[in-house]
């Protein structure tokens, strides 16, 4: 089993920065992929960026391109979304998860074998 914690959440101003964590413990030695999800209140989850934990390759949604970072900490088995110029439509529950098999896609929330619980992301304007 993996467990994983998120952390960093919270309120900020429009234009402002929030950088979120998520630490993965427990079975932690088949880490293949891990992302970062969001979902906005009466909506489905919808993807936000994702790093491949050994290569380091990293995917992003064009909603969070050139604003969003995400980067992993191999050594810790952490990964980070640093979050820029946020906007009000960023506001929502951002879920870390964890693809612990080789999946081909990591933007499907289905690529993904366990979910953290969730921090939210409040952007006033």
């Known amino acids: 089993q993996v467990q994983l914690v998120e952390s960093g959440g919270g309120l900020v101003q429009a234009g402002g920065s929030l950088r979120l964590s998520c630490a993965a413990s427990?079975?932690?030695?088949?880490?293949?992929?891990m992302g970062w999800f969001r979902q906005h209140p009466g909506k489905q989850r919808e993807f936000v960026a994702a790093?491949?934990?050994?290569?380091?390759?990293?995917y992003s949604a064009d909603s969070v391109k050139g604003r969003f970072t995400i980067s992993r900490d191999n050594a810790k088995n952490t990964m980070y979304l640093q979050m820029n110029s946020l906007k009000p439509e960023d506001t929502a529950a951002y879920y870390c998860?964890?693809?612990?098999?080789?999946?081909?896609?990591?933007?499907?929330?289905?690529?993904?074998?366990?979910w953290g619980q969730g921090t939210q992301v409040t952007v006033s304007s």
């Open positions: 998860a964890l693809a612990n098999i080789w999946r081909s896609t990591s933007v499907s929330e289905y690529a993904y074998d366990y």
């Open positions: 427990g079975r932690t030695f088949s880490i293949y992929t």
């Open positions: 790093i491949r934990w050994s290569s380091g390759t990293t």
